[in-house]
C-alpha cells in the first residue's frame, strides 16, 4: 500500500507597515476568506489556531487570510524575541493540521456585518455608486492591502462619505491613515466625484 507523505510546511515572515504587526506566509491555504480576531474570546467561538496564539503572552491580535496569518504583537515584546517561536508555533499548528477556523464561522461574519451595516441596503442612485465603490476598493485597494498582511472592507457610504473598516496589519497602523487619505480616498473622488470623503473604523 502507498503511503502518502505530505509534502512540508514551509513558512516565512514578511513585514508589514504596522510595525507590530508580521505577516507569517505558509504554502498551504489555511482560509479562503478573510478571519480578524481582536480578542482572545471571540477566537475561542470560532478558531483554535487564534485561540493558541492567544495563549501566547505576546499576541495582541490574529487575522487569517488564504494562506498567511498576521499577529500583531503587544506593544511591550520586541519581534527579534518572538519571531521564531511564533513561526515554529504557527509552522507546527498547521503541520499537525489543526482546526484553523470551525464550521459556520462564515454565517457568524455575514451576520455580524448584518448587525454593524455593512450590509445595509441602498436603492437606486445610491446603490449603483455604492457597487462602484466596492468594485474599485475590490480590484485595487483589497489586493494591495493583503499584501501587507490587511484587510478593508466596506462599510457604508453616506451623503458622499465613505467608510471602510481596516483589519489584520491595517488596523492600528501608524501608516495606515496616509494610504487611507492619500491613496483610497484620492482614487475614489477621482472615479466617483459623489465620494467626498473615505474614513475608517478598525475592523
Avoid: H
Avoid at 453616506?158 to 488596523?171: A, E, H, N, R
Wanted: net charge negative; charged share 30%; glycine share 6%.
Amino acid at each position: 500500500m502507498e503511503t502518502i507523505t505530505k509534502s512540508p510546511v514551509m513558512i516565512y515572515t514578511e513585514q508589514t507597515p504596522n510595525p507590530e504587526s508580521l505577516k507569517f506566509v505558509t504554502n498551504r491555504m489555511l482560509y479562503r476568506g478573510t478571519a480578524d480576531f481582536k480578542t482572545a474570546e471571540f477566537a475561542q467561538e470560532w478558531s483554535p489556531l487564534a485561540t493558541s496564539l492567544f495563549e501566547l503572552p505576546y499576541v495582541k491580535g490574529v487575522y487569517v487570510c488564504n494562506n498567511f496569518v498576521t499577529v500583531t504583537k503587544e506593544f511591550s515584546f520586541a519581534w527579534d524575541d518572538i519571531m521564531l517561536k511564533a513561526k515554529e508555533f504557527i509552522k507546527e499548528y498547521v503541520d499537525n493540521d489543526g482546526v484553523i477556523l470551525k464550521e459556520g464561522f462564515e454565517d457568524e461574519k455575514t451576520r455580524l456585518e448584518e448587525e454593524s451595516g455593512v450590509a445595509y441596503n441602498y436603492d437606486g442612485d445610491e446603490a449603483e455608486l455604492v457597487k462602484k465603490i466596492k468594485e474599485l476598493i475590490d480590484t485595487y485597494v483589497k489586493p494591495a492591502v493583503e499584501m501587507d498582511g490587511g484587510n478593508i472592507e466596506f462599510k457604508s457610504f453616506d451623503t458622499g462619505k465613505v467608510t471602510v473598516i481596516l483589519q489584520g496589519s491595517c488596523s492600528g497602523c501608524p501608516s495606515s491613515t496616509v494610504t487611507l487619505k492619500a491613496g483610497i480616498e484620492g482614487m475614489l473622488k477621482r472615479m466617483i466625484p459623489e465620494v467626498t470623503e473615505v474614513v475608517a473604523e478598525m475592523g
